[in-house]
């Protein structure tokens, strides 16, 4: 079964919008990862935020992680067209497989 | 050179074929890794390979079958598939197979089994 779970499943919005997405996760963990997958094609690592951290950011995205609530979120700020892609969040519980939660839909509408 | 590489980009095969799939990092990365990844849904880990040795294999049907030649090249060998592995095959790289190193993946090749 897989570890996390995003929500949610789709998202479509306006450029220039702030999107937010979220990830919860089952047991404990070490990081916690966000992924970027435009159509067909291969993962793009976003963000990596150890269990030790509350807030990170890079560039237009910000990353919160919340352990006590198994949860962490995701917020692109200033949307463009470019951000319409797949965003996986991803833990590697208990070892060194990485496991992906079930992945949100962005869409940005020019 | 933050690339991974793979070939091909798609593959056509007949459930009788064999066939390879190729990826290349010179990130000087120790650890690769094989995910498989259906339609709409999250890539799903098949191998990692640690220091050029296999470490993990997750229950992976025969039928595929892992290979590292070197630090720097991870093959998949593929034969007598089923229409069911059809999927995108995705290559990853990281510094090592510890749990703290994001991971760098390649375009992936679109396999189709006939």
């Known amino acids: 079964s897989q570890q996390g779970e995003e929500d949610p499943q789709a998202l479509s919005i306006q450029e220039g919008e702030n999107a937010t997405m979220n990830c919860s996760y089952k047991?404990?963990?070490?990081?916690l990862q966000w992924y970027r997958q435009n159509s067909g094609r291969g993962l793009v690592h976003l963000i990596l935020?150890?269990?030790?951290?509350r807030e990170k950011h890079s560039g237009r995205l910000r990353v919160t992680l919340d352990t006590s609530k198994k949860s962490s979120s995701l917020l692109i700020t200033a949307s463009r067209a470019a951000d319409t892609a797949s965003y996986f969040c991803?833990?590697?519980?208990?070892?060194?497989?990485?496991?992906f939660g079930e992945g949100t839909q962005l869409t940005v509408n020019p | 050179d933050t690339e991974v590489t793979q070939t091909p980009k798609h593959l056509v095969m007949g459930m009788t074929n064999k066939k390879s799939l190729k990826c290349e990092q010179h990130?000087?990365?120790?650890?690769m890794y094989w995910y498989k990844q259906k339609a709409k849904k999250p890539p799903e880990l098949m191998f990692v390979?640690?220091?050029?040795?296999?470490?993990i294999n997750e229950s992976v049907p025969s039928r595929f079958s892992p290979e590292c030649p070197n630090s720097s090249l991870l093959n998949l060998h593929l034969h007598a598939l089923q229409p069911e592995d059809s999927a995108l095959y995705l290559c990853?790289?990281?510094?090592?197979?510890?749990?703290?190193?994001?991971?760098?993946f390649g375009p992936g090749t679109r396999l189709t089994v006939t």
């Open positions: 990853a790289s990281s510094q090592d197979a510890r749990i703290l190193w994001e991971q760098y």
């Open positions: 047991t404990s963990i070490n990081n």
């Open positions: 935020i150890r269990s030790n951290e």
């Open positions: 991803a833990t590697a519980p208990g070892g060194s497989r990485l496991t």
């Open positions: 990130m000087g990365h120790r650890a």
């Open positions: 390979y640690s220091y050029e040795k296999l470490s």
